[in-house]
T-cell receptor, first 113, second 113 residues
Framework: SQQGEEDPQALSIQEGENATMNCSYK?????LQWYRQNSGRGLVHLILIRSNEREKHSGRLRVTLDTSKKSSSLLITASRAADTASYFC?????????????FGSGTRLQVQP | DSGVTQTPKHLITATGQRVTLRCSPR?????VYWYQQSLDQGLQFLIQ???????AKGNILERFSAQQFPDLHSELNLSSLELGDSALYFC????????????FGQGTRLTVV
């Protein structure tokens, strides 16, 4: 089963606006990661936040993690047309006795120029 | 370029056939993951290997099998193929598995006709 679920499924914004995507998960995690995928291409790692961290920044990206609510958010500030892609959260967690990296269904972000 | 190489890039085959997908991880990475991405199922975790041994198993069908060889490359074998197996198959690698970012190959697009 999917560990992480992103919300919204799709998001359309204008260039220059901020984009916020959320991820909820079910079990305790070791860390949570965000990835980006351009259409039909491989996923690219954006940022990793550990379970004992609450916020992390990387350039125009800001990730928060609330382990009490089992949720994370990815904020992209001052969006650009080139940010158009699908964004996935991935949880590194123990599942049925094994540690695995599992992905949500993704948020499709469209940035209009 | 992520450093992860997947071959072939495209594969068209008939129902009932068997195919082998190959993955060469980044130099130094010990862990290999396989994922299936289809339009209606999102990114599904199939299986993970670490230094030649199976580490975690996800939603992998019994018709599918994988292995990681001593040189750390991995193969995913898909047999008795069905139309529903048509998807993008991604391989990813990481240094240790889970606690670090995963690097994705460009995927193999499998079409079963």
């Amino acid at each position: 089963s999917q560990q992480g679920e992103e919300d919204p499924q799709a998001l359309s914004i204008q260039e220059g606006e901020n984009a916020t995507m959320n991820c909820s998960y079910k079990t305790s995690i070791n860390n949570l990661q965000w990835y980006r995928q351009n259409s039909g291409r491989g996923l690219v790692h954006l940022i990793l936040i550990r379970s004992n961290e609450r916020e992390k920044h990387s350039g125009r990206l800001r990730v928060t993690l609330d382990t009490s609510k089992k949720s994370s958010s990815l904020l992209i500030t001052a969006s650009r047309a080139a940010d158009t892609a699908s964004y996935f959260c991935a949880t590194d967690a123990w599942d049925t006795g094994r540690r695995a990296l599992t992905f949500g269904s993704g948020t499709r972000l469209q940035v209009q120029p | 370029d992520s450093g992860v190489t997947q071959t072939p890039k495209h594969l068209i085959t008939a129902t009932g056939q068997r195919v082998t997908l190959r993955c060469s991880p980044r130099s130094g990475d010990l862990s290999v993951y396989w994922y299936q991405q289809s339009l209606d199922q999102g990114l599904q975790f199939l299986i993970q290997y670490y230094n030649g041994e199976e580490r975690a198993k996800g939603n992998i069908l019994e018709r599918f099998s994988a292995q990681q060889f001593p040189d750390l490359h991995s193969e995913l074998n898909l047999s008795s193929l069905e139309l529903g197996d048509s998807a993008l198959y991604f391989c990813a690698s990481s240094v240790t598995g889970g606690n670090t970012e995963a690097f994705f190959g460009q995927g193999t697009r499998l079409t079963v006709v």
